[in-house]
T-cell receptor, first 112, second 112 residues
Protein backbone atom coordinates (compact mmCIF):
# COMPACT_ATOMS: atom_id res chain seq x y z
CA UNK A 1 0.00 0.00 0.00
CA UNK A 2 1.89 3.04 -1.27
CA UNK A 3 -0.49 5.78 -0.03
CA UNK A 4 1.22 9.15 -0.49
CA UNK A 5 4.71 9.05 -1.98
CA UNK A 6 7.07 12.01 -1.91
CA UNK A 7 10.38 12.31 -3.71
CA UNK A 8 13.12 13.11 -3.01
CA UNK A 9 13.46 12.47 0.73
CA UNK A 10 16.46 14.80 1.04
CA UNK A 11 17.70 17.65 -1.15
CA UNK A 12 20.35 20.33 -0.94
CA UNK A 13 20.01 23.31 -3.27
CA UNK A 14 22.06 26.39 -3.89
CA UNK A 15 20.40 29.77 -3.64
CA UNK A 16 18.70 30.61 -6.92
CA UNK A 17 18.31 27.05 -8.15
CA UNK A 18 14.88 25.71 -9.04
CA UNK A 19 13.50 22.26 -8.39
CA UNK A 20 10.29 20.27 -8.20
CA UNK A 21 9.17 18.21 -5.23
CA UNK A 22 7.09 15.29 -6.39
CA UNK A 23 3.95 13.98 -4.69
CA UNK A 24 1.79 11.10 -5.85
CA UNK A 25 -1.12 9.29 -4.21
CA UNK A 26 -2.80 6.07 -5.25
CA UNK A 27 -5.99 6.39 -3.18
CA UNK A 28 -7.98 8.37 -5.77
CA UNK A 29 -8.24 11.29 -3.35
CA UNK A 30 -9.56 14.58 -4.71
CA UNK A 31 -8.02 16.85 -2.09
CA UNK A 32 -4.24 17.31 -1.99
CA UNK A 33 -2.09 19.86 -0.22
CA UNK A 34 1.48 20.92 0.53
CA UNK A 35 2.74 22.01 3.94
CA UNK A 36 6.06 23.15 5.26
CA UNK A 37 7.11 22.47 8.83
CA UNK A 38 9.60 24.64 10.66
CA UNK A 39 10.61 24.54 14.35
CA UNK A 40 8.12 26.46 16.47
CA UNK A 41 5.91 27.21 13.46
CA UNK A 42 4.03 23.96 13.05
CA UNK A 43 2.63 22.89 9.70
CA UNK A 44 1.86 25.80 7.40
CA UNK A 45 -0.25 25.36 4.28
CA UNK A 46 1.51 26.37 1.05
CA UNK A 47 -0.95 25.40 -1.70
CA UNK A 48 -3.83 23.01 -2.03
CA UNK A 49 -6.04 21.46 -4.69
CA UNK A 50 -9.63 20.26 -4.54
CA UNK A 51 -9.35 18.30 -7.78
CA UNK A 52 -7.56 18.02 -11.11
CA UNK A 53 -7.17 21.42 -12.73
CA UNK A 54 -8.01 23.35 -9.53
CA UNK A 55 -5.44 24.85 -7.17
CA UNK A 56 -5.47 27.59 -4.57
CA UNK A 57 -3.06 29.37 -2.28
CA UNK A 58 -2.59 28.60 1.35
CA UNK A 59 -0.95 30.59 4.12
CA UNK A 60 2.60 30.82 2.69
CA UNK A 61 2.44 30.51 -1.13
CA UNK A 62 5.17 32.98 -2.15
CA UNK A 63 8.07 31.38 -3.97
CA UNK A 64 6.16 28.20 -4.81
CA UNK A 65 4.04 27.06 -7.75
CA UNK A 66 1.78 24.06 -8.11
CA UNK A 67 -0.28 22.39 -10.79
CA UNK A 68 -2.71 19.49 -10.75
CA UNK A 69 -3.01 17.90 -14.16
CA UNK A 70 -4.08 14.50 -12.82
CA UNK A 71 -5.86 13.28 -9.70
CA UNK A 72 -2.76 11.33 -8.64
CA UNK A 73 0.01 13.94 -8.87
CA UNK A 74 0.53 17.30 -7.19
CA UNK A 75 4.09 18.60 -7.73
CA UNK A 76 5.46 21.63 -5.87
CA UNK A 77 7.92 23.85 -7.72
CA UNK A 78 10.44 26.14 -6.10
CA UNK A 79 11.11 28.86 -8.64
CA UNK A 80 14.32 30.34 -7.23
CA UNK A 81 15.36 28.72 -3.97
CA UNK A 82 16.18 30.93 -0.99
CA UNK A 83 17.67 29.97 2.41
CA UNK A 84 14.30 30.87 3.98
CA UNK A 85 12.84 27.88 2.14
CA UNK A 86 14.98 25.47 4.13
CA UNK A 87 12.34 23.30 5.76
CA UNK A 88 10.63 19.94 5.86
CA UNK A 89 7.90 19.68 3.22
CA UNK A 90 4.91 17.37 3.55
CA UNK A 91 2.37 16.47 0.94
CA UNK A 92 -1.04 15.26 2.09
CA UNK A 93 -4.20 13.90 0.52
CA UNK A 94 -7.72 13.20 1.71
CA UNK A 95 -10.82 11.69 0.20
CA UNK A 96 -13.01 14.58 1.24
CA UNK A 97 -12.22 17.97 2.71
CA UNK A 98 -13.31 16.98 6.22
CA UNK A 99 -11.86 13.48 6.41
CA UNK A 100 -8.51 12.08 7.50
CA UNK A 101 -5.46 13.55 5.76
CA UNK A 102 -2.73 11.07 4.83
CA UNK A 103 0.80 12.44 4.68
CA UNK A 104 3.84 11.50 2.69
CA UNK A 105 7.11 10.84 4.51
CA UNK A 106 8.37 14.35 3.89
CA UNK A 107 11.19 16.01 1.96
CA UNK A 108 13.98 17.63 3.96
CA UNK A 109 15.20 20.57 1.90
CA UNK A 110 18.26 22.65 2.68
CA UNK A 111 19.05 25.77 0.67
CA UNK A 112 22.61 27.04 1.03
CA UNK B 1 -4.07 35.85 16.61
CA UNK B 2 -3.15 32.48 15.11
CA UNK B 3 -6.00 30.47 13.65
CA UNK B 4 -5.12 27.43 15.74
CA UNK B 5 -3.11 27.66 18.96
CA UNK B 6 -1.54 25.04 21.21
CA UNK B 7 0.77 25.11 24.20
CA UNK B 8 4.07 23.77 22.78
CA UNK B 9 5.06 22.11 26.06
CA UNK B 10 6.99 19.92 26.64
CA UNK B 11 4.75 18.09 29.04
CA UNK B 12 6.93 15.70 31.06
CA UNK B 13 4.80 13.14 32.86
CA UNK B 14 5.49 9.84 34.65
CA UNK B 15 4.29 6.60 33.17
CA UNK B 16 0.69 5.94 34.23
CA UNK B 17 -0.23 9.61 34.57
CA UNK B 18 -3.21 11.32 32.98
CA UNK B 19 -2.41 14.30 30.79
CA UNK B 20 -4.64 16.73 28.90
CA UNK B 21 -3.95 19.08 26.03
CA UNK B 22 -6.08 21.94 24.80
CA UNK B 23 -6.21 23.60 21.41
CA UNK B 24 -8.06 26.82 20.63
CA UNK B 25 -9.27 27.97 17.22
CA UNK B 26 -10.27 31.44 16.12
CA UNK B 27 -12.79 30.88 13.31
CA UNK B 28 -16.27 30.05 14.54
CA UNK B 29 -17.10 28.70 11.06
CA UNK B 30 -14.67 25.81 11.50
CA UNK B 31 -16.37 22.57 10.65
CA UNK B 32 -14.30 19.56 11.59
CA UNK B 33 -11.54 18.85 14.06
CA UNK B 34 -8.77 16.33 14.45
CA UNK B 35 -5.86 15.25 16.61
CA UNK B 36 -2.72 14.01 14.86
CA UNK B 37 0.33 12.36 16.35
CA UNK B 38 3.81 13.07 15.00
CA UNK B 39 6.87 11.11 16.02
CA UNK B 40 10.30 12.67 15.72
CA UNK B 41 11.30 13.22 12.08
CA UNK B 42 8.20 11.39 10.84
CA UNK B 43 5.02 12.42 9.10
CA UNK B 44 1.87 13.26 11.10
CA UNK B 45 -0.69 10.48 11.42
CA UNK B 46 -4.33 10.75 12.45
CA UNK B 47 -4.90 9.88 16.10
CA UNK B 48 -8.62 10.62 16.18
CA UNK B 49 -11.32 12.85 14.81
CA UNK B 50 -13.18 15.04 17.29
CA UNK B 51 -16.95 14.93 17.26
CA UNK B 52 -19.41 17.35 18.83
CA UNK B 53 -20.57 14.71 21.28
CA UNK B 54 -17.02 13.81 22.27
CA UNK B 55 -15.40 10.51 21.49
CA UNK B 56 -13.19 7.94 23.14
CA UNK B 57 -10.72 5.45 21.73
CA UNK B 58 -9.16 3.29 24.42
CA UNK B 59 -7.03 5.54 26.65
CA UNK B 60 -7.69 8.60 24.50
CA UNK B 61 -10.67 10.95 24.82
CA UNK B 62 -11.34 13.96 22.60
CA UNK B 63 -13.80 16.75 23.34
CA UNK B 64 -15.08 19.73 21.35
CA UNK B 65 -16.38 22.92 22.93
CA UNK B 66 -17.83 25.08 20.16
CA UNK B 67 -19.00 27.85 22.50
CA UNK B 68 -15.46 28.44 23.78
CA UNK B 69 -13.83 27.35 20.50
CA UNK B 70 -11.46 24.73 21.79
CA UNK B 71 -10.81 21.03 21.48
CA UNK B 72 -9.11 18.84 24.03
CA UNK B 73 -7.28 15.53 24.16
CA UNK B 74 -7.06 13.46 27.34
CA UNK B 75 -4.61 10.59 27.62
CA UNK B 76 -5.09 8.21 30.55
CA UNK B 77 -2.53 5.75 31.90
CA UNK B 78 0.30 7.24 29.82
CA UNK B 79 2.76 4.83 28.24
CA UNK B 80 6.36 5.46 27.25
CA UNK B 81 5.21 4.90 23.66
CA UNK B 82 2.85 7.90 23.90
CA UNK B 83 5.89 10.21 23.79
CA UNK B 84 5.39 12.27 20.63
CA UNK B 85 4.12 15.63 19.43
CA UNK B 86 0.34 16.00 19.27
CA UNK B 87 -1.04 18.32 16.61
CA UNK B 88 -4.57 19.63 16.52
CA UNK B 89 -6.07 20.38 13.11
CA UNK B 90 -9.12 22.40 12.18
CA UNK B 91 -10.99 22.33 8.87
CA UNK B 92 -12.51 25.69 7.92
CA UNK B 93 -14.55 26.81 4.94
CA UNK B 94 -12.94 29.88 3.39
CA UNK B 95 -13.67 32.01 0.35
CA UNK B 96 -11.39 29.79 -1.69
CA UNK B 97 -12.63 26.53 -0.32
CA UNK B 98 -11.92 24.33 2.65
CA UNK B 99 -8.51 24.32 4.26
CA UNK B 100 -7.00 22.24 7.04
CA UNK B 101 -4.99 24.33 9.51
CA UNK B 102 -2.66 22.82 12.10
CA UNK B 103 -1.51 24.03 15.46
CA UNK B 104 2.20 24.11 16.26
CA UNK B 105 1.92 20.91 18.27
CA UNK B 106 2.31 19.95 21.92
CA UNK B 107 5.28 17.80 22.86
CA UNK B 108 4.66 14.98 25.34
CA UNK B 109 7.44 13.09 27.10
CA UNK B 110 6.43 10.12 29.22
CA UNK B 111 9.12 9.07 31.67
CA UNK B 112 9.76 6.03 33.87
Amino acid sequence: NAGVTQTPKFQVLKTGQSMTLQCAQDMNHEYMSWYRQDPGMGLRLIHYSVGAGITDQGEVPNGYNVSRSTTEDFPLRLLSAAPSQTSVYFCASSELLNTEAFFGQGTRLTVV
Amino acid sequence: RKEVEQDPGPFNVPEGATVAFNCTYSNSASQSFFWYRQDCRKEPKLLMSVYSSGNEDGRFTAQLNRASQYISLLIRDSKLSDSATYLCAVNTLTGGGNKLTFGTGTQLKVEL
